[in-house]
């Protein structure tokens, strides 16, 4: 079973930034593929960013792509932390962000969320105006 913990969200004004931090843990000496998703309300969830066990791999939506960045914490024993770096944020990025993890022995960025084993309780991110 994979523990997925999410922190960094917050309130911040259009054109700010934000850093999204997310650990997966479980079964020791594991690498999860992990991935970043939102749900605004009224809305789907949707996929935001992920990336794969290497970190080699990584998928943006279509919104994001050019504004935000996926990166794994590269220290020895941290490869479980992920960071969602959000630059220049808008109103429509105002959502719950998830954060989820899956165990695989592939090298892939996972799309879907029903391809992920495990969730983090979520963190609001407010953009204003």
């Known amino acids: 079973q994979v523990q997925v913990v999410e922190s960094g969200g917050g309130l911040v004004q259009a054109g700010g930034s934000l850093r999204l931090s997310c650990a997966a843990s479980?079964?020791?000496?594991?690498?999860?593929?992990m991935g970043w998703f939102r749900q605004a309300p009224g809305k789907e969830r949707e996929i935001v960013a992920s990336?794969?066990?290497?970190?080699?791999?990584?998928?943006?939506?279509d919104s994001v792509k050019g504004r935000f960045t996926i990166s794994r914490d590269g220290r020895d024993g941290a490869r479980n932390t992920v960071f969602l770096e959000m630059n220049n944020l808008n109103p429509e990025d105002t959502a719950v962000y998830y954060c989820?993890?899956?165990?695989?022995?592939?090298?892939?960025?996972?799309?879907?969320?029903?391809?992920?084993?495990?969730w983090g309780q979520g963190t609001q991110v407010t953009v204003s105006s």
């Open positions: 989820a993890a899956r165990q695989t022995d592939g090298d892939t960025a996972y799309l879907e969320a029903y391809e992920y084993h495990g």
């Open positions: 479980g079964r020791t000496f594991y690498i999860y593929a």
């Open positions: 990336i794969s066990c290497s970190g080699s791999n990584t998928y943006y939506s």
